[in-house]
């Protein structure tokens, strides 16, 4: 399958590599076609990696994966040809956050809505599924980082996107898929980032999860 990952820093280069690792053929897409991390990346990840910008690797995917920062995400997807995102599975996996501040980040949309929203909203051509955003993103691809079953949340509109979604999870080595039902379920996974920003300074590490306990 080809996937077109939007975003060359940490997230964007763990999916990506990940992607490859099991077979499928990638584009990472950035702003300009020469951006020098994701020449470093595609010369490190082999003959199915390719690079581009955005609107190539849109063009390029069957799949879509946004890896890009929240803030700037919806100029992302605005500047790409609506048919080249027509139908289109989109993984959503950022978060709005506000980077600018030397202090923790702070939601940019929350409450009413949510990155993952105004991403649907914005385009509904395409078929948003919110996933992945709770966690690191080396526990992302590799869940075994973490002891134990824990869990990672989907949520989306469309069904048959959600199950591909999902398969695509249990490939990663997920075994707990929790899905929250329609895309308003992102203003909640995307509200656990406060929480979890907190528990990664308490910690210092990212190798832990959430876990839903039920009696």
């Excluded at 790409?80 to 996996?93: C, M, N, S």
């Excluded at 506000?98 to 939601?107: G, T, V």
């Excluded at 959600?162 to 990663?172: G, N, S």
Aim: one cysteine or more.
């Amino acid at each position: 399958m080809r996937f077109g990952v939007m975003g060359t820093g940490m997230v964007g280069q763990a999916l990506a590599t990940r992607l490859t690792e099991l077979g499928h053929d990638v584009m990472m897409g950035s702003r300009t076609a020469d951006n020098s991390e994701a020449e470093a990346w595609r010369r490190r990840a082999g003959p199915s990696a390719r690079i581009g910008t955005f609107r190539d690797a849109a063009a390029f995917a069957e799949i879509l994966v946004n890896c890009t920062q929240g803030a700037f995400s919806p100029d992302v997807f605005l500047s790409i040809e609506p048919t080249h995102l027509a139908g289109k599975i989109l993984v959503d996996i950022a978060n709005p956050l506000d980077l600018s501040q030397d202090k923790l980040p702070l939601l940019t949309i929350c409450n009413t809505d949510s990155l993952g929203e105004r991403l649907q909203r914005e385009r509904p051509m395409m078929k948003v599924v919110k996933a992945l955003n709770t966690c690191n993103c080396r526990v992302m691809v590799d869940p075994q980082r973490v002891k134990g079953d824990h869990d990672v949340f989907v949520c989306g509109n469309d069904e048959g996107a959600k199950a591909t979604v999902k398969a695509l999870l249990h490939d990663f080595g997920w075994k707990t898929v929790v899905d929250l039902g329609d895309i308003t379920a992102a203003r909640a996974t995307e509200q656990l980032m406060p929480i979890w920003l907190r528990l990664y300074g308490l910690y210092g590490s990212a190798d832990f999860n959430f876990k839903i306990v039920r009696s």
